[in-house]
């Protein structure tokens, strides 16, 4: 009798434990969570601005949009015509020799038609050298000779009837300029900057006296 009395009690005990051992094995079980893929959203805003600084560095690299160069300017009167090149005597840099090359643009003047003591304005990216003289490289080289009868004198400017047009000019003298007088046949040497004024203005860098 009491052999039974333990069997049962032993099998009630290991129910027990297996209930219990049941019940953990569901407490600390790994749970299943469902995998949400979450977009990350960027403002339109962002977006756009993404896509043109993206556009724009593609179009750096490519070559496609070139940085604008900035220009230099030197002038002054030749002193030396060399083979691709022309010397000036300038009053900012002393001597400066322009060297000529495929790429460099004339106005107002031809590369065959310049001669010692003509006024040249030029171009240049801003790289000179320390040589002596110093030496750039011309983008563009240019001068507008306006020529006229002398019709009015004022100070520091006089009044041109101008050959080509016969139009009225006032040009603003240097002061190399010299005492001119009503009748003189002159040439001045200008950069082409001229005010839409009536008459039109401009400032002469030279001045030369052809004669009566």
């Given at each position: 009798m009491k052999k039974t009395i333990f069997a049962v009690i032993a099998l009630a005990v290991l129910g027990f434990a297996l209930c219990v051992y049941a019940l953990a094995a569901?407490?600390?079980a790994p749970v299943e969570t469902e995998q949400t893929e979450i977009a990350a959203t960027v403002p339109e805003?962002?977006?756009d601005a993404e896509q043109t600084d993206a556009q724009d560095?593609?179009?750096m690299l490519d070559g496609e949009e070139e940085m604008p160069v900035e220009l230099y300017g030197v002038e002054g009167e030749i002193v030396e015509i060399g083979e691709g090149y022309v010397v000036l005597s300038t009053q900012m840099h002393g001597?400066?020799?322009i060297n000529f090359t495929e790429e460099t643009v004339f106005e107002?003047?031809?590369q065959e038609g310049l001669a010692v003591g003509q006024y040249l304005f030029a171009d240049y990216n801003g790289m000179m050298s320390r040589s002596i003289p110093a030496q750039i490289t011309g983008l563009r080289v240019y001068a507008v000779m306006l020529s006229g009868v002398v019709?009015?004198?004022a100070e520091g400017s006089v009044t041109i009837l101008q050959d080509e047009t016969g139009m009225e000019i006032v040009i603003h003298l240097p002061e190399t300029a010299g005492q001119l007088a009503a009748g003189d046949h002159i040439t001045a040497a200008t950069n082409g900057a001229m005010t839409m004024s009536l008459p039109p203005q401009t400032s002469a860098a030279q001045i030369v006296v052809n004669g009566k």
């Open positions: 569901d407490m600390f805003e962002l977006q560095e593609a179009m001597m400066v020799q107002g003047v031809t019709s009015e004198v």
